[in-house]
């Protein structure tokens, strides 16, 4: 026999869905079938019970052997790297609950570490920039219920956010909006004609890399000031239409991502986003959010602010909190050899941050905890299997308009296998010993 | 666990109506106990100093998604506040926006036991309480949302009283929440389309209803539960000139009314920050005090309590699900601007301020606080607040009792003023030479508050049996005459004694004490129509399922604190 766990909720993307149901055997052991989940959603679940998976601990000698340790030689190995470490980097943090985040800090705090999480390659840019001029946003229900006109600028949700246009954004019939997707219009500003594009009612098709352009020509055409014939390659006339379209609508929502984020000008161009948001206030309701990537990197950013103050590259390394992103954010301090050990949890720079970076992590003790062998395992000296956060045990996770929603365990992790917070607790442990704290 | 004997110090009590007499204060098993109960006590000198109950804060925006989104937007507020971890202290910092840390250290440090997070968003709830889980020392509870929910204003759109009260008793639950709030009632619904309710008659867009049916249909349904506190209320129009006449029209539709509890609060309605709320004039040019009239009504009728919102001239972040507020203000003063409006539940805005002492604007924003306290009559329904962060930061409390307890300081504050004569024209501050006591001050920072808040049996006295919550200051009051001891006495407490345990002592934080999380757990017959409309809302409108809403009490409350109401009869 085999049961129906409801109310899931889906550890992959920002989209954070809670309405997965899955099917499980009577024993809680294994996953039988996902429902409601997208393609990568139901992948995440499936990859759990993958039979290859790491179950034990593994260390990487000096010729690059591997060996199997047990957990206690993995708990010290990473409890001596870090309380002996001048300035180690504390990486990731962005698939993991709340409750493992929060433990990282104090072991960061303890150990001077820098604290870092992927917004440092993603919306890293978009922190920086409401720290410029802040962000009138909403929850993803606000843009369900009210909003009659959608932008996806440099994202694209039909395969990074696969259920969000259903869920939320495009689709769905709400309260104010009966109609659902018959009465909204859909404004795709993106250099490559991607699926999502496909659906807009508007594509602006712009030059790459001339996101400001564009922004600042939709500003003027919103004052109603004269444009040139183009700006960013976009005629004229498709940029007051595109204007018009939004001052006329009743509830505006932009959402935004990595294709801007990290383009030419990055935060420049979230800023002016951000004020076109601030101007359309002035017309009609306008809100703007980033499509967040990882499921919980938002819930890492909170964890930090309310411990710290700061949403990301946080270096605690002087006894008190500082932040200088370009300074105190992870590639720039591997570069730079700056940090004489790296932890990562929840993540994988091996696979996301530049080959250079990658290198440097290669001739540093470095520790990788994750459910998966992965690229960042291959250049560190260890790897902690851990449990799935979302499958074997549950946590708080904030979805990308940052509402916190409790994850939840459908099956057991395997026999013996600790989760991130068992596993940090017990470094913890370890580091106050060797530093001789209460 | 230890027994304290505290002796020989100036105790103010207003519950037993102690004025500054030497009595000695016992502590034991965690509560008041009489010193005869004692077998080896631990004895405090207190001799020359002054002894009351632990603070109790009714109003402060200390935890959850406006507070943290106002730490994350504003690396500025961290310059120079920063102090590293030591013995049970983590690193804090942080100057109008604290990080959850030092929230609980300076509470603590100043003397205060327990504080109310004055705003806490339904969906964010668990976010509310994972920062107060994280907040050291203080007990605290959370007031959800109400005056904008959509239920809400769909049941009393209808006249249905027990329907909403079922609502109110499904929501406390599952969000573990501890009174009913009410801000800017209708006007953050209309801020979903960009517009707002500025008088209490004004029809909420779509649910035609109005702020004062809002306003009225909540007090009974918060009477017919016998909620330990009133409806706790921000009004409509905050922060416009010629705003009092809004405040009195929302005042005066609670006359009459008389409290149903049995935790023994005298109020129907509190109203918060009034002096946001006490603006005369029609422009920011004649701009004026309205304190005399918001405390002409408040001295002739019991049944409200209100607290001040104390501006207190300092750089801070303002932040407030009063959303369209919060849009006004970046229009006026062209900073960065946050805001999340929130599905079904309401809205938050947070805009950076700055309470220049050179603008005449804010001296007279200042005068009006401090004016609704010296013009009270009774203290025991007037409090100190700052609406932390939105007058000034909380940290600024021993400031604003020097204020109060000082003419002379209120005066060299004016004369620090750029427009100290205008803004003396504008109000009646020049002519108020009351100066409180320390008994009043108590009145106000602890037995008032922990009366109006239903908690009277725990806190703000030291009666017998009491929580073990004292403070004591290294002042005293007879022979203290320079007003700076009084800011600097009550910023540093000489001991906090939190639960029956030594959590401070000479200013130093000695441990993270027991903190509590407090919430009201009240019981109504069950109501299969209000069950059925909470399921239709999450399958239709919300975008998280029911079974993912509710905020379960293992794991995100620290040590939860189930205060039980039975309102089934
Ligand atoms: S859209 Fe994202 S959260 Fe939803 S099922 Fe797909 S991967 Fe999971």
Redesign the interface.
């Known amino acids: 026999m085999a049961k129906i766990v409801?109310?899931v909720?889906c550890p992959f993307c920002g989209t954070l869905c809670?309405?997965l149901e899955v099917k499980v055997t009577d024993d809680d052991k294994q996953i039988l079938e996902v429902y409601n989940a997208c393609v990568i959603g139901t992948e995440k679940f499936l990859h759990s019970q993958a039979k290859d998976r790491l179950k034990v601990p593994m260390k990487q000698d000096e010729e690059g052997n591997w060996s199997e340790v047990s957990i206690n030689e993995a708990v010290e190995y990473t409890a001596q790297m870090l309380a002996k470490a001048k300035k180690p980097l504390m990486y990731g943090w962005s698939s993991t609950n709340?409750?493992a985040q929060?433990i990282g800090g104090?072991i960061a705090?303890l150990c001077g570490a820098v604290v870092d999480n992927t917004a440092t390659v993603c919306h890293g840019t978009t922190?920086i920039a409401?720290?410029?001029?802040?962000?009138?946003?909403?929850?993803?229900?606000?843009v369900?219920?009210?909003a009659d006109r959608i932008i996806f600028w440099g994202c694209n949700p039909a395969h990074a956010h696969p259920r969000h246009m259903s869920?939320?954004s495009i689709f769905p019939r709400?309260?104010?909006t009966g109609k659902g997707h018959k009465a909204r219009k859909m404004i795709v500003v993106d250099p490559r004609t991607t699926d999502t594009a496909k659906m807009a009612d508007i594509h602006m098709q712009l030059e790459q890399g001339r996101d400001y352009e564009l922004l600042s020509a939709l500003r003027v055409a919103l004052r109603g000031a004269p444009l040139p014939e183009k700006v960013a390659g976009i005629p004229r006339e498709t940029i007051i239409d595109a204007a018009e379209t939004l001052k006329s609508g009743?509830?505006v929502v932009i959402f935004f991502g990595m294709g801007v984020t990290q383009s030419l000008s990055k935060n420049h161009n979230i800023d002016i986003a951000i004020m076109l948001t601030?101007d359309l206030?002035e017309h009609?309701?306008a809100?703007i959010m980033p499509m967040r990537g990882h499921y919980n990197v938002t819930g890492s950013?909170?964890?930090l602010?309310?411990?710290?103050?700061?949403?990301f590259s946080v270096d605690?390394s002087r006894?008190?909190?500082r932040?200088n992103p370009g300074d105190s954010s992870s590639n720039d301090l591997l570069r730079r050899d700056e940090v004489d050990a790296v932890f990562v949890l929840g993540s994988d720079p091996g696979a996301h941050f530049p080959i250079s970076s990658v290198k440097k992590i290669a001739n540093l003790p470095s520790v990788c905890v994750d459910p998966h062998y992965t690229p960042t395992t291959a250049v560190c000296k260890l790897h902690m299997p851990v449990a799935f956060v979302g499958v074997e045990v549950g946590g708080?996770t904030?979805r990308m308009?940052?509402?916190?929603?409790?994850a939840r365990k459908v099956v057991d992790a395997p026999e013996g296998m600790l989760t991130d917070e068992e596993f940090l607790k017990m470094v913890l442990k370890r580091i106050k010993e060797i530093k001789g704290v209460a | 666990m230890a027994e304290y004997l505290i002796k020989n110090g100036f105790v103010f009590d207003p519950v037993l109506g102690i004025k500054g007499d030497r009595t000695d204060i016992a502590v034991k098993d965690g509560k008041i106990v009489e010193s005869t109960a004692l077998s080896n006590p631990q004895v405090i000198d207190a001799a020359g100093k002054t002894v009351m109950a632990a603070g109790v804060d009714i109003h402060a925006h200390v935890a959850g998604p406006k507070v943290n989104a106002g730490r994350n937007f504003r690396p500025e507020d961290k310059l120079f506040t920063y102090k590293a971890g030591k013995g049970a202290m983590r690193m804090a910092g942080g100057f109008s926006i604290p990080t959850t840390f030092k929230t609980g250290y300076e509470y603590a440090r100043m003397g205060y036991g327990t504080v109310m997070e004055a705003a806490m968003p339904p969906l964010y709830a668990r976010h509310v309480h994972e920062e107060m889980r994280d907040t050291p020392i203080i007990d605290e509870g959370a007031y959800p949302v109400f005056g904008n929910n959509w239920f809400v204003l769909e049941y009393l759109k209808n006249n249905e009283l027990e329907n909403t009260a079922a609502y109110i008793s499904w929501l406390l639950q599952t969000t573990r929440g501890y009174a009913v709030k009410i801000v800017n009632p209708g006007g953050t619904e209309a801020w979903g389309w960009g517009l707002n309710c500025n008088s209490i008659h004004d029809p909420v867009p779509y649910f035609d209803i109005t702020p004062a049916q809002i306003m009225k249909g909540l007090m009974e349904a918060n009477e017919y539960l016998k909620l330990p506190h009133s409806i706790h209320i921000h009004t409509n129009n905050l922060g416009n000139p010629g705003n009092y006449e809004t405040t009195l029209d929302t005042f005066k539709l609670f006359e009459g009314e008389k409290p149903k509890d049995s935790f023994g609060r005298s109020q129907v309605m509190h109203h918060t920050h009034v002096q946001f709320h006490s603006y005369g004039g029609d422009n920011w040019g004649n701009f004026e005090s309205k304190a005399d009239v918001m405390m002409d009504y408040v001295n002739a009728h019991d049944n409200l309590t209100i607290d001040i919102g104390q501006v207190t001239l300092d750089e801070t972040t303002t932040m407030t699900a009063d959303g369209p507020f919060e849009h006004h203000l970046t229009e006026l003063n062209h900073l960065k601007w946050a805001n999340r409006d929130v599905e079904l539940e309401t809205a938050a805005g947070i805009v950076p301020y700055i309470y220049s002492p050179d603008i005449k604007v804010c001296g007279i924003q200042w005068a009006i606080g401090l004016e609704l306290a010296l013009m009270a009559k009774d203290l025991m329904r007037v409090f100190i607040t700052t609406d932390h962060p939105n007058a000034g930061p909380f940290t600024r409390y021993p400031r604003v009792m020097k204020w109060l307890m000082s003419q002379k300081a209120r005066e060299a504050q004016i004369d620090a003023m750029k427009y100290g004569d205008k803004v003396r024209d504008a109000t009646f501050i020049a002519g108020l030479d009351r100066e409180l006591d320390l008994y009043e001050i108590a009145q106000m920072t602890r037995a008032g508050t922990a009366k109006a808040l239903g908690l009277g049996h725990m806190y703000g006295s030291l009666k017998v049996g009491m929580e073990g919550d004292v403070a004591v200051y290294d002042y005293n009051p007879e022979t203290a005459d320079d007003p700076e001891l009084i800011e600097k006495a009550f910023g540093n407490a000489a001991y906090l004694f939190k639960a029956g345990e030594m959590v401070v002592r000479d200013g130093d934080i000695l441990s993270n004490g027991r903190k509590r999380t407090l919430w009201v757990d009240v019981k109504v017959n069950d109501n299969p129509q209000v069950r059925r409309d909470i399921t239709e809302k999450f399958l239709k409108y919300y975008t998280v399922s029911e079974a993912n809403y509710e905020v379960h009490e293992e794991g995100y409350l620290r040590n939860p604190f189930r205060i039980e109401v039975d309102a089934t009869q």
Do not use: M
């Not at chain 1, 720290?131 to 946003?137: E, H, I, W």
């Open positions: 409801t109310d909720v809670d309405d709340c409750e929060s104090e705090e922190l409401v720290q410029d001029v802040g962000v009138p946003s909403c929850t993803l229900g606000e369900k219920n009210r869920r939320y709400g309260f104010f009743r509830f601030k206030n009609t309701k809100a950013g909170e964890v602010g309310w411990q710290f103050g700061y949403p605690l006894g008190f909190a932040y708080c904030y308009d940052a509402v916190p929603i409790h």
